[in-house]
């Protein structure tokens, strides 16, 4: 009896102890003081040191997106900074490339606030909003790609460019114990300024996509950041070449519900791939897009279809029908938006049929 | 037990008794961070650093407060938690005030929180009664030792790079199976010294 107290008293102490150090020494050797932020030349910002660029900018509302969370697992929270973030860290190495570093490009998560400094990001991160949503709907699109609808907070609006993306923050549940952000492309059109839209397919084992197909339920709230992404619509009178795969599919639908809305005349076709029939999803609503846009063709192209299928339509992945139905490449321009398997195999054939590899914009994942 | 002088243990803490190669201590850093030779030298560096001292602290800790207090066998929890205060206060003492070492050797050190290498150290030198100044050599040499396997590691891995290793292999399972090779060889320094 005499031991337990005695060793628990004991251990509780050190660790007091430790702690106390450790305190210490944050309020005092780990303090920078108040250190100034210069963002594009224009912007001033007053904060405090000793944290993280990232975390810091967040603090501040301007969102660098970050799908680990500032562990510096995932390279995307790269910034330029011009002036006073220090040497570059190893950590970041195997992040950057020679373009990256020519740039003075940094992982902000692992540059840390310790004097002025300066930098620069896109003038568009400075529309990232957060935002507290609530799920209104969801659809089953195939067994494994769900279509899911939030509502923005009373008041809230979003304003991005048809083809951007969003984060969604996975939070803490049974089986996951770090909260991860997520990036989906928003499958809605933007004049749609309170609610979102997102194609979100199941991934096995996937943090964010577990949660969102096995836990997530109407009504259920939701924490998103954005919009993000130098893939959207181009406005110019180039006939457009669209190609998706499974949940790809999402950022071609806001830039056709955009076209479609805005009554936009150019001449539009999407190729659709998937293994099987039952893989494709909203068939009726491009047959309808047909219909009722300027020059819209749709067509779906199957890799695994068997004569039971009865299927008539084209066989073979995506870059075998833009390879039969795309004559040339003479002012045209291309919106991919898939794994990077079918990307590189699309960007192949189109860059063979002759437009050139700056007009073809896509999204890898 | 013979007196054994620290210069002894020193080298046996490299040679025959290392870290790595007789008691595979520490083996997650040393896969991780032995693609390299500098960064692998930067870690080796940071290691023995963090073993000195740590072992220091440990041995005042244990003989000190744990002992006089028949309190021996929380010395597994209460060293866990000493080396990880100091890993951290060293960080930021590093980093505010000795930046360039910092650069070359801080970002490391959350790294070796959780190195098992600089607990077993710790735990050794309680086992096999060390008194202070023969701790602080084998601490040293446990350092060195590491340092220098993971170096080799690394100038071997930069040369396996080259070589068609099968595919199921290539990364930490070709690398184990030169750790394997390694060790093999340093029984051969076994004949010098001997510390049990």
Known sequence: MNSILVSTVIFTMMSAIFALLLTIADRTVNNYGEVKITINDEKELNVKGGSSLLSTLIEEKIFIPSACGGKGTCGYCKVEVQDGGGPILATELPFMSEEDLANHKRLSCQCKLKQDIKIHIPEELFNVREYDAVVENITDLTETIKLLRFRLPEGAEISFKPGQYVQLKAPLYEGNDEEVYRAYSIASSPSNKKFLELVIGYVPQGIATTYVHRHLEIGDPVYINGPFGDFYYQDNDREMVMAATGTGVAPILSLLNYMKENDIKRKARFYFGAKKPEDLFMLDYFKELEETMYDFKFIPSLSRVTEEDNWTGEVGRVDKAINKFLEDGDNKEAYLCGNAPMIDSVVQVLTSKGIPEELIYYDKF | ?196
């Open chain 2, 1 to 196: 037990m013979i007196e054994l002088n620290p210069m002894i243990i020193f080298v046996a803490a490299i040679f025959t008794n290392n870290m790595i190669f007789s008691n595979f201590l520490g083996m997650c850093s040393y896969i991780a961070v032995s693609k390299e030779i500098s960064t692998s030298l930067g870690l080796g560096e940071a290691v023995t650093f963090v073993l000195a001292c740590t072992s220091v602290i440990n041995y005042l800790i244990y003989y000190y407060i744990l002992v006089p207090l028949n309190l021996e066998f929380l010395r597994f929890i209460i060293f866990i938690v000493s080396i990880a205060a100091f890993v951290q206060l060293l960080e930021m003492i590093l980093e505010r005030y000795l930046p360039n070492l910092y650069y070359a050797l801080g970002i490391f050190l959350p790294l070796i929180t959780v190195n098992c290498a600089i607990l077993g150290v710790s735990l050794f030198m309680i086992i096999r009664n060390y008194t202070f100044l023969q701790s602080f050599a084998f601490s040293i040499g446990a350092g060195v030792g590491w340092t220098l396997a993971i170096v080799a590691l690394a100038g071997i891995r930069q040369r396996i790079k080259l070589d068609s290793v099968p595919a199921g292999l290539r990364g930490p399972g070709i690398a184990l199976i030169t750790t394997g090779l390694m060790a093999l060889a340093f029984m051969g320094f076994s004949g010098i010294v001997q510390i049990q």
